[in-house]
């Protein structure tokens, strides 16, 4: 059967529909949601935070990530994210994706479709919930937007190399890792020093630059295929 084709303002009217389900939440800080779960990151969202931490993507992934894998933040013993302080999230400006949109998931297709999940609350929450907004409404206004577009890219990215390389996310040969592809610090200072380009400040700025170098390595690699 021919794979159905969603067109690009087919996607945008289905989303605008998730979005537009009656939703309200007010955070009252009780933190509970910042126990026993699994934060998941990408390489923007790592840049996000080891820039608030003061250190390079690779140092963060090494220091904070489970295994030094890059895939999902490091919790305590007791469960709590490494990050959360007496006052609550020690990142809360750099919060991942997956904090700014509790208590909603967000599920997206390989054609770009979407759909929206809820979180059951913790039975003690002080979190209100309601019906007077939207879901498009919350995440915007959680600056989710962002973080949602740099989601879809590196997914799109990532769906296209295990198409290109297997599974195991490693061309063959002595061709660069997942991991050393996916530090986005290390691979635009390379891209730099090759080039002799200045290397750019903005957060927005390195996440186009290195989405940019990923899809030049990924034609080399279909090219030669």
């Avoid at 969202?45 to 990530?65: C, D, H, N, P, W």
């Avoid at 915007?140 to 297997?166: F, I, K, N, S």
Wanted: charged share 25%.
């Amino acid at each position: 059967m021919a794979d159905v084709f969603t067109s690009p303002a087919e996607t945008e009217a289905q989303r605008a529909a998730a979005r537009a389900e009656a939703f309200e939440y007010v955070c009252n800080r009780c933190s509970l949601c910042c126990r026993d779960k699994v934060i998941q990151v990408n390489p923007y969202e790592i840049a996000r935070l080891a820039r608030q931490a003061g250190l390079s993507t690779g140092a963060f992934v090494a220091r904070y990530t489970e295994d030094g894998a890059g895939a999902r933040l490091t919790r305590r013993e007791d469960g709590t994210c490494s990050f959360l302080g007496p006052e609550g999230c020690g990142v809360h400006p750099d919060r991942p994706l997956v904090c700014r949109i509790y208590p909603l998931g967000r599920h997206v297709s390989a054609d770009g479709t979407e759909r929206w999940s809820h979180l059951a609350p913790h039975p003690e929450t002080k979190g209100v919930y309601g019906v007077n907004g939207t879901i498009g409404a919350y995440v915007a206004a959680q600056g989710a937007l962002p973080y949602m577009q740099a989601t879809d890219e590196y997914a799109a990215w990532l769906r296209r190399a295990y198409d290109a390389v297997g599974e195991a996310g490693e061309a063959a040969g002595d061709g660069p890792s997942a991991s050393e592809l996916l530090d986005m610090d290390s691979v635009i200072a390379a891209r730099c020093r090759e080039t002799g380009v200045e290397e750019p400040l903005d957060t927005e700025a390195r996440k186009a630059l290195h989405l940019a170098i990923l899809a030049e390595w990924l034609d080399e690699i279909e090219g030669g295929a």
